[in-house]
């Protein structure tokens, strides 16, 4: 045990020699949390409107107020045709526009449907659902309203109910997207920390030719591969605490459930990114190529088939099917319900156990591989 803690010292003492590296492991973190915190959010709060307002009358005026006042349209322009409209939406100067046609209240005042056109700039569609859906709610409120106050103008009475439903949002109250995605990326930055450096520090060792002197001593090759990894999972914890010090000081989102569950699921998925790092070491020659291999072979399908970005439930099934895979899965679900629901081993033990056998499946074949090299 004494040779294994000599060859962690080693690796120390090598990081301290290399400043890109110090800065790969404390700085890159904490500048990638609060810069993801930040620019990972699919709030949409202002949304531009353009107007063509072709009956001009006191009832079309309260309508695009009722669109003002929702706290979600600034009005940009208030254009005079059509032509000038679309021009305006495809120069991308608003997400919505909206034509009001000629005798808007006139049809409205004798009890006729007024048909009002609504232009979404569909180009990215997830922003122009989310302005459409707006769009709709203040509309429809508006239709009620006039229907209630024609009525009572009418002195109509109604016997029937209405239903008021009375909403309880649980987890994220204000429904925020940075407090679902600030959590994850410490999934993220373990990644980075563990599999692209751990790649990088073997390959590293290649290329100056000190791997060749290590193999000539009288050291065993566990022991070798023990040294390797205990330095990149002590890392891996330094940067996790410096990204989850950010989310909880600097962004203010606590975590709820079990702290204990929560790094030993941590390390059950340090594990498997430590092993494919391992294993991107073996097949790979160079600094360069390693870290190719690491980017767009392991860290890129992790982001994109872990949930981490686009929901599992939306993806093909044959894609799902591969999720399953995907260690970064099972983090991700662990990270969200600790962090934002609270709740423990007793409901997330199924993802902990894909953790451990993914964990040590991957990293025991990866050892295996690493120690034929070297042997």
């Known amino acids: 045990m004494k040779i294994v803690i000599h060859f962690i010292k080693k690796e120390f003492q090598q990081f301290k020699r290399d400043p890109k590296m110090f800065a790969m492991v404390l700085i890159a973190p904490i500048l990638q949390s609060i810069i993801l915190g930040y620019a990972a959010n699919l709030d949409i709060n202002n949304i531009n409107l353009i107007v063509f307002n072709q009956d001009q009358s006191r009832l079309s005026r309260d309508y695009i107020d009722k669109f003002t006042h929702s706290g979600y349209f600034t009005i940009t322009k208030d254009v005079n045709s059509y032509d000038e409209m679309t ?51 203040v509309t429809s409120n508006f239709s009620q309203q006039i229907i209630l106050e024609s009525a009572a103008r009418r002195g109509i009475k109604t016997s029937a109910g209405s239903i008021t439903p009375e909403v309880r949002i649980w987890y994220n109250p204000e429904l925020k997207t940075r407090n679902f995605m600030v959590p994850s990326i410490t999934a993220l930055i373990l990644l980075l920390t563990t599999t692209l450096l751990t790649s990088l520090a073997v390959v590293k060792e290649k290329e100056l030719g000190t791997l060749e002197q290590l193999i000539v001593t009288p050291i065993k090759p566990w022991q070798m591969v023990l040294g390797k990894l205990i330095p990149f999972v002590i890392l891996g914890f330094a940067t996790m605490a410096l990204v989850n010090s950010i989310m909880i000081f600097w962004f203010g989102i606590p975590i709820r459930g079990s702290i204990i569950f929560y790094l030993f ?4 998925y340090i594990l498997s990114t430590l092993g494919l790092g391992l294993f991107i070491s073996t097949i790979s020659k160079t600094q360069q190529q390693a870290m190719m291999v690491s980017i767009f072979g392991a860290m890129m399908p992790m982001i994109y088939l872990s949930g981490f970005a686009f929901p599992i439930e939306n993806m093909p099934k044959i894609i799902q099917y591969i999720t399953y895979a995907i260690p970064m899965r099972y983090f991700i679900t662990i990270i969200r319900g600790v962090i934002l629901k609270g709740i423990g081993f007793a409901d997330l033990w199924r993802e902990a156990l894909m953790l451990f056998i993914m964990g040590i499946t991957i990293l025991f074949l990866s050892s295996l591989r690493f120690k034929k090299r070297l042997e």
């Open 87 to 137: 021009k305006d939406i495809a120069a991308s100067k608003a997400l919505i526009g909206i034509v009001i046609p000629r005798d808007f209240e006139k049809d409205i005042s004798n009890n006729r449907t007024s048909h009002v056109q609504i232009l979404v700039d569909g180009s990215d569609g997830n922003k122009g659902s989310i302005a459409f859906g707006y769009t709709q709610g």
């Open 265 to 268: 699921s941590s390390f059950l």
